[in-house]
């Protein structure tokens, strides 16, 4: 009897453990939802938590979108390739480097981008011994369904889709339309294979909304999604031949399949812009090193930005209302995420009654409020101005750069060479960055207003107003920090003026930010902002190769993590080197945050993970006075952001 009660004593035990365990994998708990504070401003809840609006951080993965046409690599396959091992290693990779997402740097969402076409085809995962691994709708569902397990929010970002060559082939002649031929892929190929598939929205298919069937004579072991959205995924695309019509059915048909799960949000289109056509293929257009963005001269390659005045807000509108109630007609309730123009930076536009975008004109431009609920919009405020001080190697020396401090937004304007804290693509060394390919952050993509005592402005003065140039160059210190004692207002400039207003109508959240060489006062600034203004984020990107942008290898790519492998001829990727994730234990010690601005994300997140946003409290009625310390402010009052404010 004795052995009996040992062995149930222990087989309740072991049912215990089990099912402890149980409870932590599957910790998706209550249903996500948007609504107003008591002052209208937006956020995101979640009714089993608690009636306090929450903040959302973590990163955006990529690799799914991603691939070289017409080769294996797609899907992602070629970054969660194991080199060796069974079939399922790579299954267990994207497991893992979730897993340690959600445990070891604290992540409350995930941005997952996907290829639009390749859902839609349900492209054929494979490995290079061409033995299938999986549908591609399967593969995705892996990292959805281990993420939302660990309660994590995933935010499915239609990122891009098979692209076919643009109408026209001469430079600023007609408007960007489709694949430029300009962005290619030269490494690990016999020769260089650009962005341009047959045509748009590769891939045979039937819809679930339509039940017609598409590109009945397309391979579905093809994979031919574009190797960037910058290089034709823009609304002038959508608008062509019968792109509309796939791109409702891929909503359709995404919302059908996770409708059942909250913890999914929807982001419609990741960077809707409008260019004018590039000369198609320009050989003016080169690589500064193999495995890097193209870059191309001033005048050459990609056409012009559309001027503001000529945005097309009517359509960009029609697109979503008609893309929203698609999937509300599933019965599908998630999050729905929309995206501004101007490549997900503008809601303002002009601003004008005729011109302006939904901030200037929301009766025309956002139907959606009037009928549907759970929509958020999203913003990608990069420093696009890169390299213009000291980065550092070793330490933060970006911090209290002269120029850097302030964003590159003044400054001569030259790379500044300056060490980075990644290794060279040749030698062990420090790389030095380079601002190849990039120019000054425009005035709109820039911070509000705030005090840089260590910056130095364009006239060689130390002290700068710096953001926004059009509303805080000519401010003076006391002007600029009570700009910056309440960022909420539009006038403060930049997110403020161009995005910060869309809150009157859902909550915001930034699925992409960052710099573009590791410098960390923009992120910096960032998060002390969203931290003010209640916004959600996912940085931009989890990137493990040494490589990216044009140049400055991983820093010249806006990466939240150290590379887990030195030269981009490594490719190590997360599974084909020794440092690698088919381990938890691995996974753990290679998912490092970058120096520095990944180092400040990771520390951000895992300060609160998630964190309740803070109601904006009344106007303040304290002394309008620098400080810096409470002392200075009096009573019911504090020094916040070195001005006085209430308590």
Wanted: one cysteine or more.
């Amino acid at each position: 009897r004795r052995v009996h009660g040992e062995c149930l004593f222990f087989f309740v035990m072991r049912f215990l453990l089990w099912f402890l365990a149980a409870c932590v994998v599957h910790a998706r708990v209550g249903e996500w939802y948007t609504a107003p504070d008591a002052n209208g401003a937006f956020h995101y809840y979640n009714d089993a938590w608690s009636s306090k609006p929450v903040q959302l951080k973590g990163v955006s993965m990529t690799g799914f979108e991603t691939g070289t046409r017409g080769t294996q690599s797609g899907a992602g396959y070629w970054l969660f390739d194991p080199k060796s091992g069974s079939p399922g290693a790579s299954e267990q990779i994207i497991r893992n480097v979730v897993t340690t997402l959600k445990q070891k740097w604290g992540i409350s969402v995930l941005r997952i981008p996907i290829c639009g076409s390749a859902w839609l085809q349900n492209y054929a995962v494979q490995n290079y011994g061409k033995q299938k691994l999986a549908s591609y709708q399967e593969w995705v569902d892996i990292a959805v369904k281990t993420a939302t397990d660990l309660g994590v929010v995933v935010v499915l970002d239609n990122h891009l889709w098979a692209i076919g060559k643009q109408t026209s082939t001469t430079r600023n002649q007609g408007m960007e339309d489709g694949c430029t031929g300009i962005n290619k892929v030269c490494v690990g190929v016999p020769e260089c294979v650009n962005s341009c598939a047959d045509h748009d929205w590769y891939g045979k298919y039937t819809s679930t909304r339509t039940g017609k069937t598409y590109n009945a004579n397309d391979d579905v072991n093809s994979w031919q999604c574009a190797i960037a959205n910058a290089d034709g995924c823009s609304l002038d695309n959508i608008k062509r031949g019968n792109n509309a019509e796939h791109f409702f059915n891929l909503w359709h048909d995404l919302a059908t399949h996770y409708k059942d799960n909250s913890h999914v949000f929807f982001e419609l289109f990741n960077e809707p812009y409008q260019r004018k056509a590039a000369k198609f293929n320009d050989p003016a257009c080169t690589q500064k090193e193999p495995g890097t963005s193209f870059d191309c001269p001033p005048g050459t390659g990609f056409g012009d930005n559309l001027d503001e005045s000529q945005y097309d807000w009517k359509y960009w509108a029609e697109l979503y209302n008609i893309t929203i109630g698609i999937i509300r007609s599933t019965g599908a309730n998630n999050v729905i995420q929309v995206s501004g123009l101007d490549w997900n930076y503008d809601y303002l536009g002009k601003g004008g009654a005729s011109t302006g975008g939904p901030i200037a004109r929301p009766d025309e431009l956002l139907p959606w409020t009037k009928w549907a609920k759970n929509i958020g919009y999203s913003l990608h405020p990069y420093q696009h101005g890169s390299c213009c001080g000291a980065i550092g190697a070793n330490s933060d020396e970006s911090a209290n750069d002269p120029f850097q401090s302030a964003f590159c937004m003044y400054g001569n304007g030259q790379a500044s060479n300056s060490p980075l804290p990644i290794p060279n693509s040749v030698s062990a060394g420090s790389k030095q960055c380079d601002d190849t390919g990039y120019t000054k952050t425009q005035n709109k993509k820039s911070p509000p207003c705030m005090w840089k005592s260590q910056a130095m402005g364009p006239s060689g003065q130390y002290g700068v107003c710096a953001g926004d140039r059009n509303t805080c160059s000519s401010l003076s210190q006391s002007q600029c920090m009570a700009m910056q004692g309440n960022w909420t207002r539009p006038s403060a400039g930049g997110w403020s003026n161009y995005v910060l207003p869309m809150q009157r109508y859902g909550p915001l959240m930034a699925t992409e930010f960052g710099p573009f060489d590791c410098s960390s006062p923009f992120t910096d600034a960032f998060l002390k902002y969203a931290r003010q203004t209640g916004i959600s984020y996912t940085a931009w990107a989890l990137w493990p190769q040494n490589s990216g942008g044009p140049g400055a290898g991983a820093c010249g790519y806006p990466s939240v993590m150290i590379p887990t492998g030195g030269p981009l001829t490594a490719s190590c990727g997360f599974g084909k080197c020794d440092n690698n994730c088919l381990t938890m234990e691995n996974c753990a010690n290679i998912l490092n945050p970058m120096p520095w601005s990944g180092k400040l994300i990771a520390d951000d997140i895992k300060g609160g993970s998630p964190t309740p946003s803070p109601a904006p409290g009344p106007p303040s009625s304290c002394p309008s006075q620098i400080c810096e310390s409470d002392a200075e402010c009096g009573a019911q009052c504090r020094c916040k952001f070195n001005m006085c404010t209430n308590a």
